[in-house]
């Protein structure tokens, strides 16, 4: 059996068997709901809803509830791929930056004791994001829901000293849309599930500041009606998702726009990669898949204060079109055609000889 690639982040888990130019068949959500034991208590919340709760799998990037990837991972890989208990094959995850040794252990020790794999590797998402665009050094600005990571890759390796991560994703996005929203449209309860839609439907990113500005007084606004039949106008709010993440300060962050925060990463890189690293950038992650965010992210590389302006990959044309939302896991599944048959993973001996910490040895 073909080895099954993994990338989970906070709202979505992507998996299937490794088929390196193809998108992940199984895309399902990382919340879970949670049936509440008998004599458990939920918190009454007065929603009527007390017997079960909402679980959130994966928080910011990381496993927060163990429990729940067990049953979530149970489901994909029996149910879905079709594994079969005293048959399981073998397994690649994809990793987010800065990921906790105890996790990696936590992850490697549930494959081998629950799931009792035959193989496992981890490796991390900036890297095989660029493995998905056919390169091994660069840069990857990932913009997942819950964080962004900024990562360069030096010959498939990251620097960790240069890399950053920031706590703020598409789910500070979506909640900045719905305060907008709420502003235009004081009379209208909205959903934050149908903000989520209502951004993915209608954000867009300025050509730059000036037009930002612009837009926010001249913008004519649209009527979307909403799944309960209410109905909401969207105006110049559409704007301002894309506009954060250029000008932090709108989130209340006193934080670089995202060119000035690839640059800076960079800077701290030995000088002779720069130009290999800056020209060779890659948006990955939903957000980036935005209406106009490519675009004004080239817009404000080109002037930029870096004496190499940053330039952005652009991804073979046999791959699909989602690349950029899939790229950590189109980029497991080529690294799985890879370890598994030159036996560079760990194996259930190896892990039964040595314990967790094996993955900080054979997963680098």
Not at 36 to 52: H, M, P, Y
Not at 227 to 232: C, E, K
Not at 332 to 347: E, Y
Request: include cysteine.
């Amino acid at each position: 059996m073909e080895a099954v690639v993994v990338d989970y982040g906070s709202k979505l888990l992507k998996a299937g068997i490794a088929s390196p130019d193809q998108d992940p068949p199984y895309i399902i959500p990382t919340k879970m709901k949670r049936v509440l034991e008998e004599g458990e208590e939920a918190g009454g919340d007065g929603t009527g809803n007390d017997e079960e709760v909402m679980v959130d799998t994966v928080v910011r990037g990381f496993v927060s509830d163990w429990d729940a990837m067990e049953d979530l991972l149970h489901h994909v890989l029996y149910t879905n791929i079709g594994w079969e208990i005293g048959d399981e094959g073998q397994i690649l995850f994809t990793e987010p930056l800065f990921t906790p040794k105890y996790l990696r252990e936590q992850l490697v020790q549930l494959m081998f004791e629950t799931f009792n794999v035959s193989g496992f590797y981890a490796s991390e998402q900036a890297v095989l994001s660029l493995y998905a665009v056919g390169r091994i050094s660069g840069c990857t600005i990932d913009i997942g829901h819950g964080k962004i990571d900024v990562a360069p890759v030096c010959e498939g390796a990251v620097h960790h000293i240069a890399s950053k991560r920031f706590e703020t994703g598409g789910v500070d996005l979506t909640n900045l849309l719905a305060q907008e929203l709420q502003k235009s449209n004081p009379s209208v309860n909205i959903d934050i599930s149908d903000v989520e839609k209502i951004k993915e439907l209608y954000a867009k990113c300025a050509s730059d500041q000036i037009e930002f500005e612009k837009m926010q007084n001249s913008y004519l606004p649209e009527q979307h009606t909403l799944p309960d039949g209410q109905v909401i106008t969207i105006g110049k709010e559409r704007y301002i998702v894309g506009e954060a993440l250029f000008q932090p300060q709108i989130l209340g962050l006193e934080e670089y726009g995202i060119v000035e925060q690839l640059v800076s990463s960079v800077s701290n890189v030995a000088s002779e990669y720069h130009r290999q690293l800056l020209e060779n950038t890659m948006l990955c992650g939903g957000t980036a898949a935005m209406t106009g965010f490519e675009k004004r992210f080239q817009s404000e590389a080109n002037v930029s204060a870096s004496a190499i302006r940053p330039a952005l990959v652009k991804p073979p044309e046999y791959m699909p079109e989602n690349l950029a939302r899939n790229s950590a896991w189109m980029g497991g599944a080529i690294l799985a055609k890879v370890v598994f048959p030159q036996n560079q993973h760990v194996t259930k001996g190896e892990y039964d000889e040595t314990g967790p910490s094996i993955v900080h040895k054979k997963c680098f």
